[in-house]
C-alpha cells in the first residue's frame, strides 16, 4: 500500500517502522528537516520537508494517488485539518491521531464529514491495554483473537505447580479446552510439541476462551485474580483513562499527582477515584497510602526514569502487579536486564494498532492476515488468517497438513465457536485460523505449509 505518514515524532516513527516492516510505500512529511532526515535515512522510506496539513504539500508526498494517510503531528486541530485536506487531494482513507479527551468523546458526530476512517489515541490504547493486564494482575501480556472470543495469555509457572516436570501432552486439566503455544525458558523460546517438559519459572502462552482459562490457572496453582485495590501513579491522560476503565469494571483507584491543579481537575473528572496531591517518588506518601497492600500499581508518570525507578523500587516492596510507563525506546536493552513485570509503550502501542486496522484493509483486497502480535520481545509472532476456499490448508485433515517447524495452528474460529484443534479438524472456508510461529512475514495461510 502507498502509505503518507505527517509527523515524524514518536508516534509517527513507531508507526513508520511498523509498517515499513511489511513492505509498505511510506512517505514521511515533517516541517523539522532534521526528523524527516532522521527518519529516511534509517528506514526505506521517502522524507518530504514542509508542512503536511497543507495541499501542496500532501500533493508532492503523493497523497491524491494515495492508499492511506496517517496525521501523527503534535496538535489534535493539526491532524484533524491534515486529514480533511488529504481527502480534498484525492486520498483514500486517512487516520488521525487525536489525545483530547474532549474531542475523542464528539469525534464519532463528524467523522464522515472530515472523512476519517479510523482515529487513534495513544493514551486510550495504553489505557485498554493496561486495563486488559490488570483483569488478570497474574498475567504478563494478553492478546485477543477471533473478535475477543479467545484469548492468548502470557504468565509465569510457580514451583508449586502441577505443570512442574510435566509434558505438554499429559496437561489435559480440561480436557482440550486450553492449549500451551509457546515456552519462554531463560533467553529462549520455544514453540512446545506434546513431549516438551514444563518447569517452574517459564513463561508460558495459554490460549483459550477468556472464561476457561480462569479455570486453567486456578486449577494448576497460578495466581491470575483480578486487581481489586490500583493506584496510579501520575494523573496525565493515561491515568484519566485507565481509571475511567477500571471504576467501571468495579476496581478501586487512586491517583497520586504532584500539580494540585491537575488533582482539582481529576478529582472532578472522577469523583468515585481517591485523588492525591504528593510526589510519586515520595516513600512515606507511598506506604502510608498502602502501596504494599495494592493489587496492582501503574507508574505513568511524564518521565520515564522515574517510572523505571519507582516500578524497581515498588517490586522490592510489594507483591502488586506493576505495570511501567515507557516512552523511549532506546531504554530497551536497559529494561531487558531489569525485573520488572510489565512494560507499556504507548507510542509504539499505536503503531500496532494501525498495523492491524492496515492489515484488516488489505483483507478485504486479496491478504489473509487479519492480526499479527508480536510477542517474546519480536521473537515470535501470533498471526490470524482468514481462510479462503482457494487455499492449501483448507478441507485437509490437520494431522496430513505439513507444516512449518516452529509454528503452531493455536484454535480456529468458526461461526463465533472456537476449536482448540486435534489431529481431526479440518481448516473450512471462512474460518478465522490463528497460528503462533517463530517464521516472519507469513502473509498467507498457505504460509504455514512447509
Known amino acids: 500500500m502507498k502509505i503518507v505518514i505527517v509527523g515524524c515524532g514518536k508516534v509517527g516513527t513507531s508507526i513508520a517502522r511498523e509498517l515499513n516492516s511489511e ?9 523539522n528537516r532534521d526528523a524527516v532526515s532522521y527518519l529516511s535515512e534509517s528506514l526505506d522510506v521517502m522524507g518530504i520537508e514542509g508542512n503536511g496539513a497543507t495541499y501542496q504539500t500532501l500533493t508532492e508526498a503523493g497523497a491524491d494517488t494515495a492508499d492511506l494517510v496517517i496525521a501523527a503531528a503534535a496538535r489534535d486541530e493539526i491532524n484533524l485539518y491534515t486529514c480533511l485536506m488529504a481527502k480534498a487531494a484525492g486520498a483514500e482513507h ?4 487525536v489525545r483530547n479527551p474532549e474531542y475523542t468523546q464528539d469525534l464519532y458526530r463528524i467523522k464522515d464529514q472530515l472523512g476519517l476512517s479510523m482515529a487513534i489515541n495513544p493514551e486510550l490504547t495504553a489505557a485498554t491495554e493496561i486495563s486488559r493486564l490488570l483483569r488478570f494482575s497474574g498475567a504478563l501480556e494478553i ?3 477471533a473478535k475477543g472470543l479467545a484469548e492468548l495469555i502470557k504468565v509465569t509457572i510457580p514451583e508449586n505447580s502441577i505443570l512442574c516436570n510435566k509434558k505438554i501432552s499429559d496437561v489435559d486439566i480440561l480436557k482440550g479446552k486450553v492449549r500451551i503455544c509457546s515456552v519462554e525458558r531463560d533467553r529462549d523460546v520455544y514453540i512446545p510439541n506434546g513431549d516438551f517438559v514444563l518447569m517452574g519459572g517459564d513463561k508460558i502462552s495459554v490460549a483459550s476462551k477468556p472464561e476457561i482459562a480462569n ?3 486456578r486449577k494448576t496453582n497460578i495466581a491470575i485474580g483480578k486487581s481489586r485495590d490500583v493506584i496510579l501513579l501520575g494523573g496525565g491522560k493515561v491515568s484519566y483513562y485507565l481509571a475511567l476503565k477500571l471504576l467501571k469494571s468495579g476496581t478501586n483507584v ?3 499527582e504532584m500539580n494540585q491543579e491537575r488533582c482539582n481537575e481529576l478529582a472532578e473528572l472522577l469523583p468515585d477515584a481517591v485523588i492525591i496531591h504528593g510526589n510519586c517518588m515520595d516513600n512515606d506518601l507511598l506506604l502510608s497510602e498502602g502501596i504494599e497492600h495494592a493489587d496492582g500499581v501503574a507508574a ?8 523505571i525507578l519507582i516500578s524497581m523500587y515498588i517490586c522490592s516492596i510489594s507483591k502488586a502487579k506493576v505495570i511501567t510507563k515507557v516512552n523511549n525506546e532506546y531504554f530497551d536493552y536497559i529494561l531487558d536486564n531489569l525485573n520488572l513485570d510489565c512494560i507499556i509503550h504507548p507510542k509504539a502501542l499505536t503503531g500496532e494498532y494501525i498495523g492491524r486496522y492496515i492489515r484488516a484493509m488489505q483483507n478485504s483486497l486479496g491478504s489473509n492476515v487479519e492480526t499479527l502480535y508480536r510477542l517474546n520481545e519480536d521473537r515470535v509472532e501470533a498471526l490470524e488468517f482468514r481462510a479462503k476456499s482457494n ?4 478441507g485437509i485433515p490437520l494431522r496430513d497438513l505439513k507444516l512449518k517447524d516452529n509454528l503452531q495452528i493455536v484454535c480456529i474460529s468458526r461461526k463465533a465457536k472456537i476449536i482448540l484443534p486435534q489431529g481431526d479438524d479440518t481448516i473450512m472456508p471462512n474460518d478465522s485460523v490463528v497460528v503462533i510461529t517463530k517464521h516472519k512475514g507469513l502473509s498467507d495461510l498457505n504460509d504455514i505449509l512447509d
Do not use: G, W
Open 94 to 97: 486517512t487516520i488521525a491521531r
Open 215 to 217: 479455570k486453567f490457572f
Open 254 to 256: 487512586k491517583i497520586i
Open 300 to 307: 505513568l508518570m511524564d518521565y520515564d526514569e522515574e517510572n
Open 23 to 31: 513492505s509498505h510505500d511510506i512517505v514521511v512529511v515533517d516541517i
Open 143 to 145: 492478546d485477543t483473537f
Open 391 to 394: 487455499s492449501k490448508a483448507v
